[in-house]
């Protein structure tokens, strides 16, 4: 494992916002390739809501419809699969990229077409992983969408390219901390270790996410060869939160 690799939970303790992350990669045998997916709100709109799988896919409901308030950048399918291509993202651009691969399209040419969030004065980077699974192995496509500068007049777009590699993914997440406006993340996505106990490292997620402004996350791994599924799902509000399905 190389040396650079960091603890993703010691990543999130350290950071009281990051707001919505991403994490794609293996466990340590190479068997199971690992998504996880986390949302974080200071708002009560954005805390407003609640995460839960359909059809073996992530989806955003509202918690609360009586303070839906605008829905727009809040409410959207993070996940999609097409045949052993895994999509995640933090908005709609999801649609973008599964209609664009379905037409024998690639990851990167469906967001050349779209930009960062509408949200003056943040403009929230538009994040987005794609990984196709191989019975030998792993590829992974990250994105990051972000404002090239503090007016919002143009779109920085930037992609990177991973092979899968046993105990290591790859952490992309939207703000570098909090701040007023909320600075854009920099850099390369970090790269992480993995463990081999998926469960505890999901819970271990879940605890080192800000208390006061974690909102939900999921966390699947899907086998190379079988296509077989676990995931586990925490949300902020008591009535789902621990709740977990495999």
Same mark, same amino acid.
């Given at each position: 494992?190389?040396?650079?690799?960091?603890?993703?939970?010691?990543?999130?303790?350290?950071?009281?916002?990051?707001?919505?992350?991403?994490?794609?990669?293996?466990?340590?045998?190479?068997?199971?390739?690992?998504?996880?997916?986390?949302?974080?709100?200071?708002?009560?709109?954005?805390?407003? *809501?609640? @995460? !839960? %799988?359909?059809? +073996?896919?992530?989806?955003?409901?509202?918690?609360?419809?009586?303070?839906? =308030? /605008?829905?727009?950048?809040?409410?959207?399918?993070?996940?999609?699969?097409?045949?052993?291509?895994?999509?995640?993202?933090?908005?709609?651009?999801?649609?973008?990229?599964?209609?664009?691969?379905?037409?024998?399209?690639?990851?990167?040419?469906?967001?050349?077409?779209?930009?960062?969030?509408?949200?003056?004065?943040?403009?929230?980077?538009?994040?987005?992983?794609?990984?196709?699974?191989?019975?030998?192995?792993?590829?992974?496509?990250?994105?990051?969408?972000?404002?090239?500068?503090?007016?919002?007049?143009?779109?920085? *777009?930037? @992609? !990177? %390219?991973?092979? +899968?590699?046993?105990?290591?993914?790859?952490?992309?997440?939207?703000?570098? =901390? /909090?701040?007023?406006?909320?600075?854009?993340?920099?850099?390369?996505?970090?790269?992480?270790?993995?463990?081999?106990?998926?469960?505890?490292?999901?819970?271990?997620?879940w605890d080192s996410l800000n208390a006061d402004n974690r909102v939900a996350l999921w966390v699947r791994a899907v086998s190379l060869k079988g296509g077989t599924q676990e995931s586990y799902l925490f949300n902020r509000h008591p009535a789902q939160k621990g709740a977990t399905h495999a």
């Open positions: 494992m190389p040396k650079s690799t960091l603890d993703l939970c010691r990543l999130l303790r350290d950071n009281p916002y990051p707001g919505r992350g991403l994490v794609m990669g293996l466990d340590p045998s190479g068997d199971k390739a690992l998504q996880a997916y986390f949302i974080m709100g200071r708002s009560e709109n954005s805390r407003n *809501r609640v @995460f !839960f %799988e359909q059809d +073996g896919e992530l989806r955003i409901r509202l918690h609360q419809a009586r303070s839906a =308030g /605008d829905t727009d950048l809040i409410l959207y399918r993070p996940t999609a699969t097409r045949g052993r291509q895994l999509i995640v993202t933090n908005g709609d651009q999801t649609d973008t990229i599964l209609a664009a691969v379905r037409r024998g399209g690639s990851f990167e040419s469906a967001l050349r077409g779209r930009s960062f969030e509408p949200d003056a004065p943040h403009f929230t980077p538009r994040i987005s992983g794609m990984m196709i699974l191989r019975p030998d192995g792993l590829q992974s496509s990250l994105s990051i969408l972000r404002a090239a500068d503090s007016q919002g007049s143009a779109c920085d *777009r930037l @992609f !990177f %390219e991973y092979p +899968g590699l046993p105990g290591q993914g790859r952490f992309l997440h939207t703000y570098l =901390g /909090d701040g007023a406006p909320l600075p854009a993340f920099e850099g390369e996505p970090r790269a992480v270790a993995i463990p081999g106990d998926i469960a505890g490292f999901a819970k271990g997620i």
